[in-house]
């Protein structure tokens, strides 16, 4: 990799399955590329529940290799057995060691008060938020960190600490059973992904890589991070890999990774995602429906009971419960002139599921 300033191509082993990882344990098929369904479809059953185990869903999955791999100086190294084996010998002192002389030389410093582990947390946020415009970038500003954050988590899987050969046992078999086999099938892909890149590079002298980003990139429609790759504060590298995201932006000190696949077909199935998700929100989203799905939690009630119980028109029942059916909250069955409904519980349970995976709360 070049240094500070530049635009350039990269490909990763470590990121690579970090975005695999953190794909697959979302668990929101209709949200990610079709490729990404594929790898899942050829995944033994156990696997997944054993790496959410293991990292968390979402954030976790990818931030414990990226970390780890940045930690080791193999971010770039496309070998996954080369990266991994320095990644799997780091131990706590030797990564507190770096990170602070990485810090001071950007001029920060570990807070004494906090344990090993939360100093390192805030040193990484630090080290990644030093380029980057602040006012113009409040998204990223300084929020909390749980303690089952990865970043707080991460003593956990160097060498000696409680988690490290579980998670490296399990990151090997994903790797060489699973992942490695169905990259080898996204060959073409990758080419096709890298000549895309090379044209996004190219063009007049003048022209910046921004110009060539479709407006919904983060790197053109969020200012901060825009400012911080055109002033040369941090480099930018363009991420080869095989998933084909297109608008994901990844954080380490010194430099903004971005993904850049063609987006057309993954949007619609993501816009299509999120517009089952708002609709099924929106059955539920009103007192009286909401009403209505507690009444029925124990018993199978008819329009007119139900009716009766709320003080309101049958026809109104109806309507309401004609939204929370179509939304597949209930189901109803005829008895002669009577319809009479039930909760479907398993859908009632899916809809906050769906809806906890997809704001990532972990």
């Given at each position: 990799m070049s240094g500070q300033g530049t635009w350039e191509l990269g490909r990763s082993a470590a990121i690579e399955l970090g975005l695999a990882l953190?794909?697959?344990?979302?668990?929101?098929?209709?949200a990610e590329p079709q490729a990404l369904s594929d790898l899942a479809g050829s995944l033994p059953e156990g696997w997944l529940d054993e790496i959410e185990a293991l990292l968390g869903t979402g954030r976790g999955a990818l931030s414990v290799p990226l970390i780890l791999a940045w930690l080791a100086d193999v971010v770039w190294d496309e070998d996954y057995t080369s990266a991994t084996r320095a990644m799997r010998a780091?131990?706590?002192?030797?990564?507190?060691?770096?990170?602070?002389?990485r810090a001071a030389e950007m001029g920060l410093a570990p807070d004494p008060a906090l344990p090993p582990e939360r100093a390192l947390a805030q040193l990484w946020r630090a080290m990644t938020r030093a380029e980057l415009d602040a006012e113009r970038l409040p998204e990223l500003g300084e929020r909390p960190l749980d303690a089952e954050h990865p970043l707080n988590r991460l003593p956990r899987y160097l060498r000696g600490g409680d988690l490290h050969d579980r998670f490296w046992h399990a990151l090997d078999r994903f790797h060489y059973q699973a992942y490695s086999p169905w990259r080898e099938h996204r060959r073409d892909a990758l080419t096709a992904l890298e000549q895309r890149g090379r044209m996004l590079l190219g063009g007049e002298a003048q022209a910046s890589p921004l110009d060539r980003l479709p407006a919904q990139?983060?790197?053109?429609?969020?200012?901060?991070?825009?400012?911080?790759?055109?002033?040369?504060r941090m480099a930018v590298t363009l991420l080869v890999e095989p998933l084909g995201y297109s608008d994901l932006v990844l954080l380490t000190p010194g430099r903004l990774i971005a993904t850049f696949a063609e987006a057309d077909a993954m949007r619609e199935a993501f816009q299509a995602y999120v517009e089952d998700l708002a609709s099924r929100l929106k059955a539920v989203a009103d007192p009286t429906r909401l009403e209505i799905l507690r009444l029925m939690r124990h018993l199978d009630l008819d329009n007119t009971q139900i009716a009766a119980f709320l003080q309101i028109s049958r026809p109104t029942v109806s309507i309401h419960a004609r939204q929370l059916r179509e939304a597949g909250l209930i189901e109803t069955r005829h008895e002669g002139r009577k319809a009479r409904h039930t909760v479907r519980h398993a859908a009632v349970r899916a809809l906050f599921e769906d809806l906890e995976r997809f704001l990532d709360l972990g």
């Open positions: 953190v794909g697959l344990t979302a668990r929101q098929p209709a780091l131990d706590l002192s030797t990564v507190a060691a770096r990170l602070r002389d990139h983060p790197l053109v429609n969020l200012p901060g991070l825009g400012l911080a790759a055109e002033s040369r």
